[in-house]
């Protein structure tokens, strides 16, 4: 009896997971706000029976009573955090915070099939991401001088990464994190907040050759740094985000174009420089010539990915800890096994709906400056989403980035709940500038 309840569960929270979805893209085709609201009030219903359902399993596969204790502390959390930011913000994006929390779910109920203590972790850092980054909204509707301060951006994300490239603690042959009290973080997640602030405050100012080629030089200062601390993965998103910000800024081809190059001749002067880079090419290329070795990791990735087919093996039922740092790079890969192929594309139809969020919020913006930010913190975010999904699918080598929001990790956790704050800043600002409009009109 218990093996039929998990399994109607597990394709019933499949068929959920796919109506959410749906929701999250028929957001986008409905002009009336009534109807908008409907729509997330469903998705709300959606998020909480699969959260219920995936708890259920949990419990009935371990029948330990700390699960369903932990999984109603999320659940006064969730419901905490959407009441409350819908009073404090009335004009706020119920779609990009029902995302938010639809990806959180994701990564708790993965982390507690996973490790129930890293995912007691997340959830108090989650927590405390949440409640530290509710003022960002207010922050960004009212401090226009955020526009102001370019280099005090720009300095200060290169002192942090110096000081990681010099005193850094060292994970996977690059210098990642610092230790503080007992306490690591990885600056790089805060850099990439202030790198978008630098390169946005500049070209607001102006996008003249001489302004192009002084941001140039800072954006590879900030890659140099990284790739001296073999951080390529954050470098790769640096330079990446740069050549879209700068395309975006001045509308010419020929910087797109010449960024494409200049990429492509720093991948073959990282794969000359270092070691651990071609280790990680081949095991891209063939990684079957070395399951045992270098090529362990990604196909214990496939493997599992393969396994769990389009619906999934089940929770429990699958062997995702076979995986090195599979609660970090490699969770889309548990997701796949356990949970099938289907949610997982799900999970990151939802990933495209913030992304497409993003880039409305850009395209809605009259300042410039604001327009670069969504632009700037949009590509971050995909890029990021793609570096994952294409390391652990084989599409492209492994590049050590977490999925945001679901892989366990407080320095990504907080980074993207600033991210996603100072994008409904932007939102809230734009909507309250229509408001006064109208009213005025």
């Not at 108090?124 to 960004?140: E, G, Q, R, S």
């Not at 070795?293 to 396994?307: D, E, H, M, P, R």
Request: glycine content about 8%; charged content about 15%.
């Amino acid at each position: 009896m218990i093996n039929l309840i998990i399994d109607v569960s597990r394709y019933l929270m499949i068929l959920l997971i796919a109506l959410y979805t749906y929701f999250n893209f028929r957001f986008f085709s409905l002009p009336d706000e009534i109807k908008k609201r409907k729509i997330c009030g469903r998705q709300n219903f959606v998020m909480f029976l699969i959260h219920l359902l995936a708890y259920l399993i949990i419990w009935l596969e371990t029948g330990d009573e700390k699960m369903l204790v932990f999984y109603a502390a999320q659940v006064v959390f969730f419901f905490s955090y959407l009441i409350l930011y819908r009073l404090i913000y009335r004009n706020v994006s119920r779609l990009l915070v029902n995302n938010m929390c639809m990806l959180l779910t994701v990564g708790f109920l993965m982390l507690t099939r996973l490790s129930f203590d890293r995912a007691i972790k997340q959830f108090v850092i989650v927590t405390f991401a949440a409640l530290v980054t509710f003022v960002i909204p207010f922050v960004i509707d009212r401090v226009w001088q955020l526009s102001k301060i370019p280099w005090v951006y720009g300095i200060v994300g290169l002192l942090l990464l110096g000081i990681v490239c010099i005193t850094g603690t060292s994970s996977y042959g690059a210098q990642l994190s610092l230790e503080i009290g007992g306490y690591s973080f990885q600056p790089s997640e805060f850099v990439k907040i202030s790198y978008v602030f630098f390169i946005a405050t500049m070209f607001y100012r102006s996008t003249s050759i001489r302004t192009v080629l002084t941001v140039t030089a800072a954006a590879a200062l900030h890659v140099l740094i990284l790739v001296a601390s073999r951080d390529l993965g954050s470098a790769l998103l640096f330079f990446v985000t740069y050549v879209f910000m700068l395309f975006v800024a001045t509308g010419k081809w020929r910087y797109l174009l010449a960024g494409a190059g200049g990429g492509s001749f720093a991948a073959v002067f990282a794969f000359q420089l270092f070691s651990h880079v071609r280790t990680r090419v081949s095991a891209w290329l063939n990684p079957w010539s070395d399951i045992a070795g270098k090529g362990y990791q990604i196909t214990q990735s496939l493997f599992a990915i393969g396994t769990g087919g389009w619906f999934g093996m089940g929770l429990y039922r699958g062997m995702p800890r076979k995986i090195p740092v599979v609660e970090k790079d490699f969770i889309f890969s548990a997701v796949s096994e356990e949970l099938g192929g289907i949610f997982a594309l799900c999970v990151l139809l939802i990933c495209l709906g913030c992304f497409l969020q993003f880039m409305m919020i850009a395209s809605q913006m009259q300042a410039v400056f604001y327009k670069l930010i969504a632009f700037g913190l949009g590509t971050i975010y995909i890029t990021q989403v793609f570096l994952t999904v294409g390391g652990v699918t084989k599409f492209i080598p492994s590049t050590g980035v977490t999925l945001p929001l679901i892989s366990y990790g407080g320095s990504s956790i907080l980074s993207t709940f600033i991210i996603f704050g100072i994008i409904q800043g932007l939102y809230i600002l734009k909507r309250n500038e229509e408001e006064e409009d109208k009213y005025e009109g």
